[in-house]
């Protein structure tokens, strides 16, 4: 089989409720499916609605079962496959520590500068920086950093939405 | 004024509501305030099993024989675990079960308590959708949803689970009406209209048409089973039917071909592969039906007709896809047929009826009796013959013996043959066959059995007993787990690792020790008093049928092969070796 495989963005709105993620996350594990980044929060806080957001791949047939699958759990209440859509956005937010030697401290922050993230943090040693972009920016972003030393660093998985009038609906 | 009842009584109230008449359970710790309140009524009955997975397969072979949901109430912990491999079983089969636990306190989860297991965990993947009642203002709401969901759509089992804090506590229950329902379910049921043009459009062109037709229409309704005769007898199309949907309609039909699949006939599986449309309705293209996928049914058009969207598209591609309830489908057919006055001409299909009948004349089911021994199939033949004017229920365990029922009894009506498909579990048809037979207390219900499998399930003749339940028992003891040993002889060099059936009891005591009629033959001759004498016996019977220990089930698709290349009986050969991907494959 050489069929094609491809990235998608599924966008999923769900009750809020105990187990829900589990629901999400032991269907892919338990049919093999691959969960290359995932992302959930509320979004709705009165009626108790969370909206998943799960970067997958697969060719069409597995991409499509995928859906079906999910769309069958009891509380999911609407899937949209944003890949799917005209145009889209997508991004990422990266936490990044890094340890700073004094000399080294204004080369980091004229860096930091061009590049557009942002200094939440900063102590004799070490530097927490913020930054927001597409899954590439980031990784481009992790690349150029580690020249210095990063000590630690955490991403939020892929958030996104259509452009224009398309929307996940309620 | 709506009074306050305790958790536990709304649990029965809420019951009584969705019309429950019985249900399957064993008490325990943390159920004890739910069978308080059962005793205090006389609205539902209880069956007492003698183990929980016992519970889930009668309620299964409740539901399946009536069209209703089947209910089973157990307690935490090992109450809970037994019912695993019963909910799994469900959940392939798409049976709609209410299964009920007590758990621990709500105080007390997650602190490893007596009893105590995550059971809403554990049974994430094999129900289709479960609650832990934490709050008692939920819990009206999640049984009644719970009915709902296992009912609607495509049946399957949900559970409930019930801290036994959550059964004391006190709140006001107005009834089912009075309870808003937060299952956000509403599976899409109606088909839309251009796709039953199309349909029809495919129907008039084929000149090798064959209907595929599985448990889903069973699901549907007897609605969905009379719609289905009647486009069977406007199309003059031939039929086969999956393991699942024998009875869908009368297996005793002209039109009907067979089972088709691994032990499926010769006919039918060469007419779906030579087909050039292929109607699959309420199927799901299992890898017992298709064989090796790539080689399945390769010149036809597929439509799939189903409810569950998931099935589209799962292991075969199809052309034309319609997803609604199937009664519905197969009513708009039929109402577009008639108002548009399409007729079918029969000649367009004679030459694939000529070719149909050229394969049925193989009489691929064909045996070699013997007069000194009982041929399996031969004790069907003669069962079926000595039954079928009495529609009875037939429930099987696993393995050849059921293959063989499948193949050698007849279904003339939906509802009337409960097997375990999907998840193949031994020691189903026991404990099935007392569901049935509480649901029919007049008729005659029979588990068709191995050896082998009804030991699984053994300590039901205790419940049978108790209840007085006149199920028929039909071992074929060929002491074989038959089925393994036939694929140790077939795949692994005639190695039979494990699959002999040593020490195996005394069945005719073994019935008498439960109070039930033991009766043994072995000699052909003797087969028809058998089976008279079991019939005229008011109460339960175990027939030991000691039949020929080395009878193989045929026709037979080798795993990784293909429709056209069956087996037709033990001395046609493998044509070379199987290969290492159909090795692998179960």
């Known amino acids: 089989m050489t069929e094609s495989h491809s990235k998608h963005i599924l966008s999923i709105m769900v009750d809020n409720e105990p187990g829900v993620l589990a629901r999400i996350v032991g269907l892919f594990s338990g049919r093999g499916y691959n969960i290359e980044s995932l992302s959930v929060s509320e979004v709705d806080s009165d009626k108790f609605l969370s909206r998943v957001t799960v970067v997958t791949s697969g060719t069409k047939n597995i991409i499509d079962q995928i859906k079906a699958q999910v769309r069958k759990l009891i509380p999911v209440h609407n899937l949209i496959d944003i890949t799917e859509l005209k145009s889209f956005i997508g991004k990422e937010l990266i936490l990044m520590k890094l340890d700073i030697k004094q000399k080294t401290v204004q080369e980091v922050h004229k860096h930091i500068e061009n590049i557009g993230a942002k200094i939440l943090f900063e102590d004799k040693t070490t530097t927490i920086i913020e930054f927001s972009g597409t899954p590439t920016e980031i990784s481009g972003l992790i690349k150029k950093m580690k020249v210095y030393n990063i000590i630690e660093l955490t991403r939020s998985g892929l958030v996104s939405m259509a452009l224009g009038k398309d929307y996940i609906r309620r | ?586």
């Open chain 2, 1 to 586: 004024m709506m009074k306050k009842l305790s958790g536990a009584r709304i649990v029965i109230e809420a019951l009584i509501q969705e019309n429950v008449k019985v249900i399957f359970g064993y008490p325990g710790g943390a159920v004890l305030p739910i069978y308080d309140e059962l005793f205090k009524q006389n609205k539902i009955r209880h069956i007492l099993v003698r183990h929980e997975q016992a519970a889930v397969h009668a309620a299964e072979g409740y539901a399946r024989s009536t069209g209703k949901v089947g209910v089973v109430l157990v307690t935490s912990g090992p109450g809970a675990t037994n019912t695993v491999t019963g909910l799994t079983d469900a959940m392939m089969d798409s049976v709609p079960v209410v299964c009920i636990s007590g758990q621990v306190p709500t105080h007390m989860i997650g602190n490893d308590a007596f009893q105590e297991a995550d059971i809403v965990g554990i049974t994430r993947p094999c129900t289709k959708h479960n609650y832990l009642v934490k709050e008692i203002s939920k819990l009206a709401e999640s049984i009644h949803s719970a009915f709902h969901i296992a009912k609607n759509g495509r049946p399957g089992p949900v559970l409930v689970d019930i801290p036994k804090d959550i059964q004391t506590f006190e709140t006001k229950y107005g009834g089912k009406k009075h309870t808003k329902s937060f299952a956000f379910y509403k599976p899409n049921t109606k088909p839309s209209r251009d796709t039953i043009f199309e349909f029809v459009n495919l129907l008039e062109k084929s000149k090798k048409p064959i209907f595929y037709v599985g448990g889903g229409v069973i699901n549907s309704g007897s609605r969905a089973s009379i719609y289905l005769k009647k486009l069977l007898k406007i199309t003059g199309f031939p039929c086969t039917q999956t393991l699942m949907g024998l009875g869908a309609t009368p297996t005793s039909d002209d039109q009907f071909i067979g089972m088709l699949g691994m032990h499926g006939t010769y006919e039918a599986n060469l007419s779906m592969n030579k087909s050039d449309l292929m109607i699959c309705i309420g199927a799901r293209f299992d890898d017992r039906i298709t064989g090796k996928v790539s080689g399945f049914s390769p010149k036809s058009k597929k439509v799939h007709l189903d409810i569950d969207a998931s099935s589209f598209n799962k292991s075969v591609n199809v052309d034309l896809l319609i997803q609604g309830d199937l009664s519905k489908i197969l009513e708009m057919t039929l109402k577009y047929i008639e108002n548009k006055r399409i007729s079918f001409s029969k000649e367009k299909i004679s030459a694939w009826w000529i070719q149909i009948n050229k394969w049925r004349a193989k009489n691929c089911l064909n045996y070699k009796n013997s007069r000194s021994i009982i041929k399996p199939q031969y004790a069907l033949q003669r069962l079926d013959f000595l039954t079928k004017h009495l529609d009875p229920f037939i429930t099987t365990e696993v393995g050849q013996h059921q293959m063989w029922a499948a193949q050698f009894l007849t279904f003339n009506k939906p509802k009337h043959w409960m097997t375990s498909g999907g998840l193949g579990t031994m020691g189903y048809g026991l404990p099935a066959a007392m569901g049935v037979q509480i649901a029919h207390p007049k008729d005659l219900v029979i588990d068709v059995a191995g050896e082998a499998s009804i030991l699984m399930n053994i300590q039901e003749m205790s419940t049978i007993k108790q209840y007085r339940l006149p199920v028929k028992i039909f071992i074929l003891n060929n002491h074989y787990m038959g089925m393994v040993r036939q694929w140790q002889e077939l795949l692994h060099g005639n190695r039979l690792s494990e699959s002999y059936m040593d020490s195996l009891p005394d069945f005719v005591k073994l019935a008498e020790s439960f109070g039930a009629t033991g009766l043994r033959v072995s000699k052909p001759g003797e087969m028809d008093d058998l089976i008279k004498e079991m019939i005229k016996i008011k109460g339960p019977v175990i027939c030991d049928v000691v039949v020929d220990p080395k009878e193989n089930c045929f026709p037979m698709i080798p795993s990784g092969s293909t429709h056209d290349q069956m087996l037709l009986g033990p001395n046609d050969k493998l044509e070379g070796e199987i290969s290492e991907e159909g090795m692998v494959l179960v």
